[in-house]
């Protein structure tokens, strides 16, 4: 999702399109098959695994909005510390995530307080755990404004998501459906929504290749004002 998102907001911001759709999903039965195992296999799932969001979303950007307004880019680069389990997944996008977090915050001159919100897009409780670790060492702190959309997609206690929720569809649900409504209706004034990826495929996961992982940050305000 932020990939499309960043790329719909360049886009428009350069003249190139009037109105651009991003949009993204995934699906839980095909990440399954493709990266561990078939899903009638009843295989036991690891403790770091995530549940693949069977999920979509989709939103047009465009020069003439009511908002809420997106103000600021910063694309990411391919990040690989060496991680190859693919029942890990938010450890192989936690320093993507970090890598990209790092750059906004010191082009921008910002601090993840100066945020209402700094949402990540697929890291889970063990890859949120592991970010907030790698700024802690920066000595930068993340507080409770800072969380993920693994997070907030489903009920741990609940639903047994293991590490949390996973897959593009992730990130657009909890993107289109929860966070630009919270803006529109003030809940929050700006917020970082940094979706993350992994660049991977079947073939590299079972040669036991290393996972890079990415991450595209994108800055929301409610108001044209915000922006700086």
Same mark, same amino acid.
């Given at each position: ?12 911001? @350069? ?6 759709? $991003?949009?993204?999903?995934?699906? %839980? ?14 295989? *036991?799932?690891?403790?770091?695994? *995530? ?10 950007? /465009?020069? *003439? ?7 600021? &880019? ?7 510390? /060496?991680?190859?389990?693919? +029942?890990?997944? /938010? ?5 993507? +995530?970090? #890598? ?6 010191? #082009? ?10 700094? &949402?990540? @897009? ?6 949120? +755990? ?8 920066? =000595? &930068? ?17 609940? *639903? #047994?998501?293991?590490?949390? /929720?996973? @897959?593009?569809?992730?990130? $657009? $649900? &909890? %993107?289109? =459906? ?8 003030? !809940?929050?004034?700006?917020?970082? %929504?940094?979706?993350?990826? +992994? ?6 996961? %079972? ?16 108001? !044209?004002?915000?922006?700086?």
């Amino acid at each position: 999702m932020g990939e499309s998102l960043s790329l719909a907001a360049m886009a428009v911001a @350069g003249g190139l399109a009037r109105l651009a759709a $991003a949009q993204t999903s995934s699906h %839980f039965c095909t990440a399954e098959r493709q990266y561990r195992a078939p899903v009638p296999y009843g295989s *036991q799932r690891a403790p770091t695994a *995530q549940w693949t969001a069977t999920a979509a979303g989709c939103c047009v950007v /465009g020069a *003439q909005s009511e908002g809420p307004y997106i103000t600021h &880019v910063t694309r990411g680069r391919i990040v690989d510390w /060496g991680i190859t389990d693919a +029942a890990n997944m /938010g450890a192989a996008m936690a320093p993507a +995530a970090y #890598d990209t977090l790092a750059a906004l915050f010191r #082009d921008t001159g910002t601090a993840p307080s100066d945020y209402d919100l700094v &949402v990540t @897009g697929d890291l889970g409780y063990l890859g949120h +755990a592991l970010l907030t670790e790698l700024f802690r060492r920066d =000595g &930068v702190v993340l507080g409770d404004n800072c969380t993920d959309c693994g997070i907030l997609l489903y009920d741990r206690v609940r *639903q #047994d998501m293991h590490a949390g /929720g996973s @897959g593009c569809g992730c990130s $657009a $649900a &909890v %993107f289109n =459906g929860y966070l630009l409504h919270g803006l529109r209706t003030g !809940k929050w004034q700006r917020l970082v %929504f940094a979706p993350t990826g +992994a660049l991977l495929s079947p073939t590299s996961t %079972f040669q036991g290749e290393s996972i890079p992982g990415i991450c595209h940050a994108v800055v929301l305000s409610r108001t !044209k004002e915000a922006q700086r």
